[in-house]
């Protein structure tokens, strides 16, 4: 199981009805207890973030069960840049005193002899005008992205959930068409907590 992200909320399924969200760890402990008093009970957890299936490992006591599942430590923040040479190529000139690391990371790139030649010709050098390149499209697509994560998310919970419940192939293709109204029509049928986590999935609110 990959480790989960601090605070990272999940929520787990008993059939078809919402048992429990939260925190993976209080999701964990909630379904040891529905699997310790309805042993036939079908469990499934999700990460509400990205839709995908989370398997638990319930052995142990609750205290173990909890910090088994506990959220990872965050990553330390990396050194905030504060000289006005940041842009700068890092090879450039040598590093003067205080002047902090880019944390750039050495990678091969293939490109045509007159990409190279524009890039050169580009203030800074060829890697400072690859990294604005980037963070230009990374803004430019960054409604596209955000839009592409939510319908996998969406997707990814169906497929596990509502595969066998009237409507999914129509709310699959309205899904992917970005079409809310068509989608919220496909999936009116399905039980209430099903719908409301799809709809909440794909576009952020439940129907």
């Known amino acids: 199981m ?12 008993e059939g078809h009805r919402i048992l429990a969200a939260g925190t993976l760890a209080d999701v964990a402990l909630a379904v040891k207890h529905a699997m310790v008093t309805r042993g036939d009970s ?73 990409h190279w ?8 050098g ?8 980037v963070e230009q499209a990374r803004r430019d697509n960054e409604a596209r992205d955000a839009r592409r994560e939510r319908q996998e998310a969406a997707y990814r919970f169906m497929a596990s959930m509502a595969g066998n ?8 293709r309205a899904l992917y068409a970005d079409d809310r109204e068509g989608y919220a029509q496909q999936v009116a ?10 709809m909440g999935l794909a576009w952020g609110s439940p129907a």
Request: aromatic fraction near 6%; avoid cysteine; charge should be negative.
């Open 2 to 13: 990959n480790s989960p992200l601090p605070s990272d909320p999940h929520t787990a399924f």
């Open 42 to 114: 079908t469990l499934l957890v999700f990460q509400d973030s990205s839709g995908k299936q989370v398997d638990l490992d319930l052995s142990g006591n609750e205290a173990q069960i909890v910090a088994r599942h506990a959220p990872a430590a965050a990553p330390a923040p990396a050194p905030a840049a504060t000289s006005a040479n940041d842009d700068a190529e890092p090879d450039a000139a040598p590093r003067g005193r205080g002047r902090p690391k880019l944390g750039v990371v050495p990678r091969e790139v293939t490109l045509l002899p007159r």
């Open 117 to 124: 030649d524009w890039l050169a010709a580009q203030p800074g």
């Open 126 to 133: 060829a890697s400072v005008a690859l990294r604005k390149l």
């Open 165 to 172: 419940l009237p409507g999914f192939e129509e709310a699959t």
């Open 189 to 198: 049928q399905w039980p209430q907590d099903v719908r409301g986590y799809a």
